[in-house]
């Protein structure tokens, strides 16, 4: 007898299942090292957002009754230069226990629908580069691979950004307030002090 398969919007009572799912696939894909894990707080209040966001959808799968998949869907421009908006698919998951019984292929199914009634011509599937098998699973549903998504605390950029450049980054600054002490002396009247309290002001100021 086949499993039956259930897809549907999150509701509040999913939030324990949703953090297990989630605890699940962080550990797979490598998210645990950068998110910290969602709360039953957290959870409840995206759940609640997303009930009334035309653009976005927080979707799960039941297995036999039990929770066991999820999937987030979100409809964006499939470029800033382009019209056509494309369905996005996100942090698919279904649990280990349920796979093989058409869980996944439920809730792709789900966003494909959607996206056609959304007039999205375009589906893209965001998967992590480490999962082989959900990586073939997609592929085998027409999903090429079309960029390489990475992701990093905003702090971390901005540190490695900082030790990469800080030589160029220091020259130019020193550079740009000799420039700006030169035009003040220049401006200044015969016989008038310089004022060495503080640094003359950049001549962009106010504008």
């Known amino acids: 007898m086949a499993a039956a398969i259930e897809v549907r919007d999150a509701r509040p009572d999913d939030v324990a299942g949703l953090i297990t799912l989630w605890g699940e696939m962080s550990i797979g894909a490598g998210h645990q090292r950068v998110l910290a894990a969602p709360t039953p707080e957290s959870v409840r209040a995206s759940i609640d957002r997303l009930g009334g966001d035309p653009a976005g959808r927080l979707v799960v799968g039941e297995l036999d009754g039990h929770l066991s998949g999820m999937v987030y869907l979100r409809r964006t421009p499939i470029s ?93 600054l020193s550079s740009r307030r000799s420039v700006i002490a030169r035009r003040a002396q220049l401006g200044r009247h015969p016989g008038e002090s310089a004022d060495l309290s503080s640094p003359a002001e950049p001549e962009s100021a106010g504008r």
């Not at 959900?134 to 971390?156: D, E, K, Y």
């Open 80 to 172: 800033p230069l382009h019209a056509e908006d494309t369905m996005t698919v996100e942090y698919l998951h279904v649990t280990d226990r349920a796979r093989r019984h058409g869980l996944g292929k439920a809730l792709v199914a789900e966003a494909a629908a959607w996206a056609e009634h959304e007039n999205c011509p375009y589906l893209g599937v965001v998967a992590p580069a480490v999962a082989r098998e959900a990586n073939r699973f997609l592929a085998r549903l027409g999903l090429s691979q079309a960029a390489v998504l990475r992701f990093a605390a905003t702090h971390t950029v901005r540190r490695r950004l900082a030790a990469e450049h800080a030589p160029n980054l220091l020259a130019m």
